[in-house]
């Protein structure tokens, strides 16, 4: 009977013991992403919105690291628009800030790094607080026009993103 109560004891002290290791810090952080079939839905329903207003893009999507997930470009949208909408995409994401917003930083040393775009049409993902990624999108005849038909491809998967989390 012995071993039955010392393990019954052991038991005991771990349950009691397990609020307080809640308080430390975790060892292992759980981070969301998104799922290929989103990432190219985002890129899609970019395009599709450009292409009703008669506008050939380049569209990338990033995720949260910045690390390009869905990269699109429409069938006559000029080869620059991947690498501008890639650094779109990316600024979005590192400054978790609508690129439209980062304008008056774009004269600064940080708007100089290479791979980084400020100018508008860039805008990050987030769903209930969490940020997932980033979407550029380049080609139309302004920023803000880029930047429609970046929130038509995030608009496009937002309510299944956030039943999904």
Same mark, same amino acid.
């Given at each position: 009977?012995?071993?039955?109560?010392?393990?019954?004891?052991?038991?005991?002290?771990?349950?009691?013991?397990?609020?307080?290791?809640?308080?430390?810090?975790?060892?292992?952080?759980?981070?969301?992403?998104?799922?290929?079939?989103?990432?190219?839905?985002?890129?899609?329903?970019?395009?599709?919105?450009?292409?009703?207003?008669? /506008? @050939?893009? #380049?569209?990338?999507?990033?995720?949260?690291? +910045? =690390?390009?997930? &869905?990269?699109?470009?429409? *069938?006559?949208?000029?080869?620059?628009?991947?690498?501008?909408?890639?650094?779109?995409?990316?600024?979005?994401?590192?400054?978790?800030?609508?690129?439209?917003?980062?304008?008056?930083?774009?004269?600064?040393?940080?708007?100089?790094?290479?791979?980084?775009?400020?100018?508008?049409?860039?805008?990050? /993902? @987030?769903? #209930?607080?969490?940020?997932?990624?980033?979407? +550029? =999108?380049?080609? &139309?005849?302004?920023?803000? *026009?880029?930047?429609?038909?970046?929130?038509?491809?995030?608009?496009?998967?937002?309510?299944?993103?956030?039943?999904?989390?």
């Amino acid at each position: 009977m012995k071993p039955v109560r010392a393990a019954v004891a052991v038991l005991t002290a771990t349950l009691f013991a397990a609020p307080l290791a809640a308080d430390e810090d975790p060892m292992v952080v759980q981070i969301n992403r998104m799922s290929l079939e989103t990432a190219t839905g985002i890129a899609k329903a970019a395009i599709d919105a450009c292409r009703k207003q008669g /506008i @050939q893009i #380049g569209v990338t999507v990033v995720d949260r690291d +910045g =690390v390009p997930q &869905a990269v699109m470009r429409d *069938t006559i949208a000029p080869t620059i628009t991947l690498p501008i909408s890639e650094g779109k995409a990316y600024a979005a994401v590192m400054f978790n800030v609508p690129t439209s917003d980062l304008k008056d930083r774009a004269g600064t040393p940080i708007g100089r790094v290479p791979g980084v775009v400020m100018s508008a049409g860039g805008l990050p /993902i @987030q769903v #209930g607080g969490a940020l997932l990624g980033g979407v +550029g =999108v380049s080609g &139309a005849p302004s920023g803000e *026009t880029d930047q429609q038909c970046a929130q038509a491809g995030v608009d496009a998967v937002s309510t299944d993103l956030e039943m999904s989390m």
